[in-house]
T-cell receptor, first 113, second 114 residues
Framework: GDSVTQMEGPVTLSEEAFLTINCTYT??????LFWYVQYPGEGLQLLLK?????DKGSNKGFEATYRKETTSFHLEKGSVQVSDSAVYFC????????????FGAGTRLFVKA | DVKVTQSSRYLVKRTGEKVFLECVQD?????MFWYRQDPGLGLRLIYF???????EKGDIPEGYSVSREKKERFSLILESASTNQTSMYLC?????????????FGSGTRLTVV
């Protein structure tokens, strides 16, 4: 079945460091791919998305490119801030017309000042 | 600003009580979902609904039921609360084509059963 695998956390970085959070997926066809962010004590928020191969989603300085050949959707940011400390979830929505989204386990990011 | 509103941020209930968690969305979304989130277990789908009065079991429906009498409201019911239902509960909604727009989540309800 469809699945999403994220790198395990926590990831600890200093402010202004470069961030990569790896995400790979297993799915048939061309699913849509998403990154969600969850700040402490809050629900998840959609951060960015890509709906077809080679699309790049971007928002708030974060980027991720839909790589069909490597079935990956890695999240990157060039210079993280303390306020980016949160849990990041990679997710996919199958292209089979189903209703459900499949979430990865989440990766916790700590950014130190 | 469009949103999903969950009625309580924190809730403490006693074992055996019947518990209602309410969720309202103002985006005219067809699909609504209830998840629970536990450390180390990620998000687990309890129930979802793709239309008024329609419901489908998710991955962990045991001990829960749902109600969707109106398009904007999706209620999660714990028939007889138990301590292993202590968790963060997240409601989400999406348009019919969830694959294009993703989900909008509420802020969550942290339920403690004592």
């Amino acid at each position: 079945g469809d699945s999403v695998t994220q790198m395990e956390g926590p990831v600890t970085l200093s402010e202004e460091a470069f961030l990569t959070i790896n995400c790979t997926y297993t799915a048939t066809g061309y699913p849509s791919l998403f990154w969600y962010v969850q700040y402490p004590g809050e629900g998840l928020q959609l951060l960015l998305k890509a709906t077809k191969a080679d699309d790049k989603g971007s928002n708030k300085g974060f980027e991720a490119t839909y790589r069909k050949e490597t079935t990956s959707f890695h999240l990157e940011k060039g210079s993280v801030q303390v306020s980016d400390s949160a849990v990041y979830f990679c997710a996919l929505s199958p292209d089979t017309g189903g209703f459900k989204t499949i979430f990865g386990a989440g990766t916790r990011l700590f950014v130190k000042a | 600003d469009v949103k999903v509103t969950q009625s309580s941020r924190y809730l403490v209930k006693r074992t055996g009580e019947k518990v209602f968690l309410e969720c309202v969305q103002d985006m005219d979304h067809e699909n609504m979902f209830w998840y629970r989130q536990d450390p180390g277990l990620g998000l687990r789908l309890i129930y979802f609904s793709y239309d008024v009065k329609m419901k489908e079991k998710g991955d962990i429906p045991e001990g829960y039921s749902v109600s969707r009498e109106k398009k904007e409201r999706f209620s999660l019911i714990l028939e007889s609360a138990s301590t292993n239902q202590t968790s963060m509960y997240l409601c989400a909604s999406s348009p019919r084509a969830a694959g294009l727009d993703g989900y909008t989540f509420g802020s969550g309800t942290r339920l403690t059963v004592v």
